[in-house]
């Protein structure tokens, strides 16, 4: 039983770190080769396993079979080692004998080169997520199609476009250099923001899945922040981000699955270690001139882990949310500031902010304009939430929504 648990850890864990050493030594356009040797450690441990025993080292005994592997595979495949010997990375030795540098720095190093060259402006941003997930955080193809709310050949046939693309291009998988860290870092952290958010916003699936695809995206910004040449301030300030809404993640569901809204949380149920660590992060973040996206959206989410209902708090993240549109909008931080508003000044008032928004097809819209008119005209407040639950398809929003007109009609 032992190695049946074992397994499918190791796999999460081990598998990218292989991979990406694979894809480094190899390049791109022999990704697959990579995927298979590796696919092939994890099918002999199963085997081995099963047999004879969890090793004493797991890990241990996983690098040295896959260095095995891939050795083999070189030898019987001259005319493959004699490319990649005329390609190895100009930092490796030159030796007779290719290898496999298993070690933590390279691994790191391996994981930083793959971000670079996944995060690339030229795949589309679900297509980078896809090949994120499999290549730098061991996600199968059917987890991540879960994670999208879609069926396994849509992932697949993304993934398989992005290699394509990667190879078309004949991208390099290095280190990268200044400009690259400058050129392209913002598609990095956009990439790693986007992963951090399917996970924690999305309310259709596992607490489990949803859980690991916030760990991943906090394991490869921390890559980042490891690095002397990426240790950014916007990074550390996304980083910070992270924590502050991972410290509330397990009194955001009840334990039948439902949403709990914020102001109905038990804040004993906040991690106060990881809020401790989004301020530390986000402290981190002050250095420098510039301010980021992710810098204003760790200022709103520290004041949301600050549960007394105070004007200060409230006007903070009005200020916070103000900045946010003037340096890049979007409907969902309009519809949040809103609510924002709507502490700082009156219900009233912040209808007629909210109706400027004219979000039509947006659920959300609705279900903020039921809630402005709770107290103010039930009849409006009950058809604004009915229109709400037609347009979501969220199955906890839609429990929310039915419970609120319920609320009402009582």
């Not at 990649?84 to 030796?95: F, G, H, Q, V």
């Amino acid at each position: 039983m032992e190695e049946q648990i074992l397994i499918p850890h190791l796999f999460r864990t081990e598998y990218r770190k292989i991979v990406s050493v694979l894809c480094y030594l190899f390049g791109i356009e022999h990704i697959e080769v990579a995927e298979d040797i590796v696919s092939d450690t994890f099918l002999a441990a199963t085997e081995l396993w099963s047999m004879q025993g969890v090793p004493e080292n797991p890990t241990a005994w996983l690098y040295t079979v896959a260095k095995n592997k891939t050795k083999n595979y070189l030898k019987r495949n001259s005319l493959f080692k004699q490319t990649i010997s005329a390609e190895i990375k100009y930092n490796m030795p030159k030796t007779e004998e290719i290898e496999v540098d298993l070690s933590v720095k390279n691994i790191n190093d391996s994981q930083l080169a793959m971000m670079f060259t996944v995060c690339n402006p030229g795949i589309s941003n679900e297509a980078q997520i896809s090949l994120a997930l499999n290549l730098l955080c061991g996600f199968g193809i059917q987890e991540i199609a879960d994670a999208f709310l879609t069926n396994k050949e849509v992932v697949y046939k993304r993934i398989n476009r992005a290699k394509e693309k990667l190879k078309t291009d004949s991208i390099k998988i290095e280190q990268p250099s200044l400009l690259q860290i400058n050129d392209r870092l913002e598609t990095v952290l956009t990439t790693l923001y986007l992963l951090f958010s399917e996970g924690y916003y999305s309310t259709s699936y596992t607490t489990i899945v949803r859980k690991d695809l916030c760990t991943e995206a906090m394991r490869l910004t921390y890559l980042l922040i490891e690095n002397e040449t990426t240790n950014k301030p916007a990074v550390n300030a996304l980083l910070s981000l992270m924590f502050f809404h991972s410290s509330r993640f397990d009194a955001r569901t009840s334990e039948n699955g439902e949403t709990i809204l914020y102001q109905h949380q038990d804040e004993t149920l906040w991690d106060s270690d990881f809020i401790d660590k989004g301020t530390y992060f986000l402290n981190r973040a002050s250095s420098g001139v510039q301010v980021s996206k992710y810098h204003l959206e760790a200022g709103i989410a520290y004041w949301h882990t600050q549960k007394q209902d105070t004007s200060e708090k409230w006007e903070s993240i009005l200020q916070f949310y103000d900045q946010l549109l003037i340096l890049e909008y979007s409907p969902i931080a309009a519809l949040n500031r809103t609510f924002a508003f709507s502490k700082t000044n009156s219900k009233e008032q912040a209808i007629i902010e909210a109706e400027k928004l004219q979000l039509n097809d947006n659920p959300f819209y609705y279900s903020l304009l039921g809630k402005l008119y709770t107290d103010l005209d039930t009849t409006k407040a009950i058809r604004h939430y009915e229109i709400a639950l037609r347009l979501t398809k969220s199955k906890a929003d839609r429990s929310i929504i039915v419970k609120n007109i319920g609320l009402l009609r009582r």
